[in-house]
């Protein structure tokens, strides 16, 4: 079946990352019937969440989302609220626990570009979130444990009754995915 592919990358990175790059090589090498984007989400949270919409809007084939870290975050937002598939990497969960770290200025990791976060944009991002996560049936979840940034238990907890792909050991980058991509694509309906 025909699908538009959306991923979207965590904070402070970007679509040349490695788990985009992996991704993107896979499917598009394998799978015809899908249209893979991977956009360059902006740093400030109300410019990345309109490039979403935007993205959905110009979408050729039903849309799944795919998202790592706070990009994770976004794609079960957005699943949610489409009532589609999603799957989500290490991600980040409401509500943001701890983000307030990120406060002042940043640096994005693959770019270099510094943008600043303030107290209203996290209590934007914070809005975008559900108490209880009600899409766990169109959900896959791959978590490692040795996630260094965010605690998998909680994300377990939190996706409850989602598909859950547990890794012992790994890291917030997610060393597991070349040993998922088959997974990935089957679940979200690829063939």
């Given at each position: 079946?025909?699908?538009?592919?959306?991923?979207?990358?965590?904070?402070?990175?970007?679509?040349?990352?490695?788990?985009?790059?992996?991704?993107?090589?896979?499917?598009?090498?394998?799978?015809?019937?899908?249209?893979?984007?991977?956009?360059?989400?902006?740093?400030?949270?109300?410019?990345?969440?309109?490039?979403?919409?935007?993205l959905i809007n110009r979408a050729k084939y039903p849309i799944v989302f795919v998202g790592s870290s706070l990009g994770g975050y976004y794609a079960s937002y957005f699943s949610t609220?489409?009532?589609?598939?999603?799957?989500?990497?290490?991600?980040?969960?409401?509500?943001?626990?701890?983000?307030?770290?990120?406060?002042?200025?940043?640096?994005?990791?693959?770019?270099?570009?510094?943008?600043?976060?303030?107290?209203?944009?996290?209590?934007?991002?914070?809005?975008?979130?559900?108490?209880?996560?009600?899409?766990?049936?169109?959900?896959?979840?791959?978590?490692?444990?040795?996630?260094?940034?965010?605690?998998?238990?909680?994300?377990?907890?939190?996706?409850?009754?989602?598909?859950?792909?547990?890794?012992?050991?790994?890291?917030?980058?997610?060393?597991?995915?070349?040993?998922?991509?088959?997974?990935?694509v089957n679940f979200i309906g690829i063939h």
């Amino acid at each position: 079946m025909n699908r538009t592919v959306l991923y979207f990358h965590g904070f402070a990175s970007s679509s040349n990352s490695n788990k985009a790059k992996v991704l993107k090589k896979y499917i598009s090498e394998n799978y015809k019937s899908a249209e893979i984007i991977i956009p360059d989400l902006d740093n400030n949270f109300k410019l990345a969440v309109s490039q979403i919409h935007i993205l959905i809007n110009r979408a050729k084939y039903p849309i799944v989302f795919v998202g790592s870290s706070l990009g994770g975050y976004y794609a079960s937002y957005f699943s949610t609220k489409l009532k589609t598939k999603s799957v989500l990497i290490n991600p980040a969960i409401p509500p943001l626990k701890d983000f307030e770290i990120y406060l002042g200025e940043n640096e994005n990791y693959i770019t270099g570009k510094k943008f600043t976060i303030t107290p209203e944009d996290i209590r934007y991002i914070r809005k975008m979130s559900y108490k209880k996560y009600t899409n766990a049936e169109n959900t896959y979840v791959l978590l490692e444990s040795g996630d260094e940034v965010l605690k998998y238990k909680e994300t377990a907890k939190y996706f409850r009754g989602s598909y859950l792909d547990i890794i012992y050991g790994g890291s917030h980058s997610y060393e597991s995915l070349d040993e998922k991509l088959k997974n990935i694509v089957n679940f979200i309906g690829i063939h």
